[in-house]
């Protein structure tokens, strides 16, 4: 067994449905013993999250992950128990194989093999974990940038060990992500029996014409970057239950996932001139999950193109797609971030896996971007 499937093993092991650690820091502490990482906790409320640093010289080089999985679904549609992690056909299958202890597991050994060959090594190594990645994602990554911009420790290059692999391991990049506004739209109407329309005032019929406009905008056209913006309704809540009952209200939640072209301001602005145009009073509730970010050609993506060729010998692909992860915190900061992990393709599934050799090819890639940018920075 080699060293990085044990760490995965024993990592999924610990059953940390977010945003419970279940003892995954302890162990990673425990593990890199002797290295010379100095160790900081800095939880907030129920989360857990620690920072390791070796060294104190710039540039400061960090793996960004989180030890929290999300929760299993129906334990009977598991093949084997989610955490008890089992090998099948070359495959690994657990909670959180890919999602992100596979991730975790990879860096880790990378870090042990690359100290223990270049332990007079240039800059520092960081390792930044959080329990509340899957959750909230209020008290984890988000408090801890705060805290470092108090004492100005700032990060210079961040490697988030998200699974973004898609066909092969190491083939996309993912350089940036496009930002998230959550929204919660209640549509104020006046409460009815369905015989008598004109003693009431129907919100889900006020508000039909608007969510059609809503849904058909076109809030931008992309860029060479980021595919367009898009609006998606993810809830709709109305009534009582009854037949013969018009709802007092109506409850819309929708998501806006939206590229560099757009901010957070002119998203609100737009929204709220659509709901002006019809007759009908509504609140309307914001939230920020993350703006945009797109890391520009650098040291941090030329080192990483650089490693993945070394190891796998084909050229990474560049890409912004998928969902949020913590590195959106990162970015603003004035940090190089991007994102490298297993394959995506069995993440928040029933029977969550990853390949057994990809483990070792991951470890590879992210001890070979250590050297190509802490010992051999000229020789990309």
């Not at 945003?19 to 900081?40: H, M, S, T, W």
């Not at 409320?45 to 080089?61: A, I």
């Not at 860096?107 to 060959?117: D, G, H, Y």
Request: net charge negative; proline share 6%; charged share 25%.
């Amino acid at each position: 067994m080699s060293d990085t499937l044990e760490v995965l093993i024993d990592l999924i092991k610990k059953p940390s449905v977010t945003p419970d650690d279940a003892g995954c820091q302890d162990y990673i502490v425990g593990r890199l013993q002797g290295l010379n990482f100095k160790e900081e906790r800095l939880n907030f409320n129920d989360t857990q999250n620690l920072w390791l640093k070796r060294g104190n010289e710039k540039p400061l080089f960090t793996f960004l992950g989180h030890t929290d999985v999300v929760p299993p679904g129906p334990l009977e549609a598991w093949v084997s128990p989610p955490f008890e992690p089992t090998i099948r056909d070359g495959k690994l299958y657990g909670r959180g194989a890919a999602d992100m202890k596979g991730g975790i597991a990879s860096f880790m050994t990378a870090i042990e093999r690359f100290v223990a060959k270049y332990p007079d090594h240039a800059g520092s190594i960081g390792i930044l974990l959080t329990s509340d990645e899957e959750g909230a994602a209020i008290n984890g990554v988000v408090k801890v940038m705060e805290v470092f911009e108090q004492r100005q420790e700032k990060i210079d290059w961040c490697l988030v060990g998200e699974p973004s692999s898609d066909k092969k391991m190491g083939d996309v990049i993912r350089v940036g992500r496009r930002g998230s506004l959550c929204a919660k739209l209640t549509v104020i109407g006046i409460q009815g029996h369905v015989a008598y329309p004109e003693l009431a005032d129907n919100p889900i019929h006020s508000f039909a014409p608007a969510l059609k406009e809503l849904t058909e905008e076109v809030w931008d056209h992309g860029n060479v970057f980021f595919p367009p913006t898009s609006l998606q309704v993810s809830n709709i809540n109305s009534g009582t239950g009854a037949e013969n009952i018009i709802p007092g209200s109506a409850e819309v939640q929708f998501n806006l996932r939206f590229c560099t072209e757009l901010n957070e301001d002119i998203i609100k602005q737009r929204t709220c001139a659509i709901l002006d145009k019809y007759d009908f009073k509504y609140d309307l509730q914001w939230r920020l999950s993350g703006n945009p970010f797109l890391t520009e050609k650098g040291a941090l993506i030329d080192a990483t193109h650089a490693a993945i060729k070394t190891v796998t010998g084909f050229e990474t692909l560049d890409d912004t797609g998928g969902g949020t992860s913590d590195g959106r915190f990162i970015a603003p900061t004035g940090a190089q971030v991007l994102e490298l992990g297993p394959l995506n393709e069995s993440i928040h599934k029933i029977n969550e896996h990853v390949a057994v050799e990809d483990l070792e090819i991951l470890s590879a890639i992210y001890e070979q971007i250590l050297v190509n940018l802490l010992v051999n920075p000229s020789s990309q």
